[in-house]
């Protein structure tokens, strides 16, 4: 296709006149049909603000593929709002959504033959979702980011809807008053884009301009700035060179595409679903990549960013004073990334970085220098133990107390422990225990970020441990370990704890244990009974039917051939 620039759909045979009646009604002229054809997954919606800007964008690189000399398609693909769908039965769709997305924007590229995808999304399983499916395609493809919304304010202070959140937490421990509440509630989403700290979104965006997959500066612009359309439109016409050829997205999410995107999440201390993800992009790359992994990355790579959850600033902030490839040339000067990685532009990372200054701008304070870091290493830390065999991950910066050894509070659901947590029953010194919230038991692993904003609210953030075989938002912070696998409803050990148990938390050593006797534990284990399937029928039932560990992704085509 270098040499001719031909359709792939002309070559298996669209060139007959049936064919071409249908690509006419389209739009299609007689000098369209050797051209290569462009799809766009487009995510909009109205669902949410993180993807209700991205129809401008997709129409943005519409003009940006004609104009490069292609023709575009433009397919829809699904949403759903985690932040809407926070604490209720709907959020068990939300990490099955991934999957979706990934089997949509597959089927409709394959089903129509399409030589190259443009993708376009804002939420946080839009992102993860189109990269599975530009994996396990291996056509040219390319991703753009529909942009972080821009921060709220309320008596001088930048707020996003993890304020909203926690919010809730400080008016039911009677620290805020109705009024304060509405307040915030208000003011916290101020229009288009997605959350705007250092939650999901912006991590994932940051981790495929990491990667190579997106354009350099592309993840931290405002969706409603201009440079993010503009941004947009460049994006076509570097995919449609792409085209041209042959860069394949299996030439760019190599091994070494991996272990920079990990190395950036580290340094702008993003969010524990990045594990999840990059698990399950790997997979559909045929890259090996483990939990460990992380865990080793972690130990080098020092946190350099100042940003929400746990920090002052958001990621708008970030992107005024440098952005992504300022953070990406600190760790190349520092022999921590792969320079020699290929992006979808043809350069390569020392290439697109070779202008970009080594040291952040004086003045400010959201990007530190290498000397002055704000945590010397990782944040997103993988702890083992009996009560996490194959792992589980935890945040371990910003906690003033990183160990915790206390009873075992036990709680079947989300529900029953957000409950507790709002009528006062949870105390200092507390491990609570939420389970059978993973991939199969949910199903569909819920973010427990209701419980975590609501101990935050309360005061209790620096005293009270929690664990889960689910998963926490992106603008979860706490002593909290997330993705505990085995998980409760496979027989893990998660599963055997009795209420007052007591369990270790312990980040600097990187474990999680339950103090129970081998022996004790095993005779659980005769005694535990698989609980039945909450769903039977539909895709939930499906999900849960199909769906690994989280220690290797939640992928649902494991062991497939």
Request: aromatic share 4%.
């Amino acid at each position: 296709m270098a040499d001719n620039f031909r359709s792939k759909a002309v070559t298996q045979g669209v060139q007959r006149s049936p064919n071409r009646a249908m690509l006419r009604a389209v739009g299609f002229t007689d000098q369209d049909f050797t051209k290569p054809i462009v799809g766009i997954a487009n995510g909009y919606s109205t669902i949410t603000p993180c993807n209700i800007g991205l129809n401008d964008l997709a129409k943005r690189a519409e003009t940006g593929i004609k104009d490069a000399g292609a023709m575009p398609q433009m397919f829809g693909t699904i949403t759903v709002s985690d932040g809407i769908s926070m604490g209720t039965e709907g959020m068990k769709y939300s990490l099955v959504s991934r999957e979706v997305i990934a089997d949509a924007i597959e089927t409709a590229c394959n089903g129509q033959s399409m030589d190259g995808v443009l993708a376009v999304g804002g939420c946080d399983k839009n992102m993860p979702g189109a990269m599975i499916a530009i994996a396990r395609m291996n056509i040219p493809a390319i991703f753009v980011y529909g942009g972080t919304i821009k921060p709220g304010r309320h008596n001088g202070c930048d707020l996003t809807v993890v304020s909203a959140f926690e919010a809730v937490g400080q008016y039911s421990a009677g620290k805020i008053d109705e009024t304060e509440l509405t307040a915030v509630e208000e003011k916290a989403c101020p229009g288009a884009g997605s959350c705007g700290g250092m939650y999901t979104a912006n991590t994932m965006s940051s981790a495929f301009e990491a990667m190579g997959m997106s354009l350099p500066y592309s993840s931290t612009m405002a969706a409603e700035d201009a440079e993010k359309a503009d941004s947009a439109e460049k994006s076509a016409a570097v995919l449609v060179e792409a085209i041209r050829q042959q860069r394949l997205p299996r030439e760019i999410l190599t091994r070494k595409a991996f272990e920079n995107a990990i190395a950036v999440i580290m340094a702008v201390g993003g969010s524990t679903n990045s594990v999840l993800h990059l698990l399950a992009i790997a997979h559909a790359a045929g890259v090996e990549l483990s939990m460990d992994d992380f865990e080793t990355i972690r130990g080098r790579v020092p946190v350099l960013c100042d940003l929400k959850p746990s920090g002052r600033y958001v990621t708008l902030d970030l992107h005024r004073v440098g952005g992504i490839p300022l953070v990406m040339k600190m760790l190349l000067a520092h022999d921590i990334l792969h320079g020699d990685a290929l992006t979808i532009t043809g350069e390569t990372i020392a290439e697109v970085l070779a202008n970009v200054p080594e040291e952040p701008p004086a003045g400010q304070d959201v990007i530190r220098p290498w000397h002055n870091p704000m945590y010397a290493q990782g944040h997103l830390a993988i702890l083992k133990g009996n009560l996490a065999t194959e792992g589980a991950v935890a945040k371990i910066t910003g906690v003033k107390k990183p160990q915790i050894t206390g009873p075992a509070r036990v709680f079947e659901s989300e529900e029953a422990c957000l409950d507790a947590i709002l009528a006062s029953k949870i105390k200092a010194g507390d491990v609570i225990v939420v389970r059978y919230e993973g991939p199969k038991g949910g199903p569909g692993m819920r973010e427990m970020l209701a419980p975590t904003s609501a101990i935050i609210g309360a005061g209790l953030g620096d005293s009270v441990g929690l664990i889960t075989d689910g998963r926490f938002s992106g603008g979860t912070y706490g002593l909290v370990v997330g993705h505990v696998a085995p998980e409760a409803a496979v027989g893990g050990a998660i599963a055997l704890v009795k209420e007052g148990d007591t369990i270790t938390i312990d980040a600097p050593a990187r474990s999680l244990n339950l103090h129970v006797s081998d022996a004790e534990l095993e005779e659980r284990r005769q005694q535990w009974q698989p609980p039945k399937h909450r769903y039977t029928r539909g895709v939930l039932a499906k999900y849960a039917k199909l769906v690994s560990s989280s220690s290797v992704g939640a992928v649902t085509d494991l062991g497939l051939g």
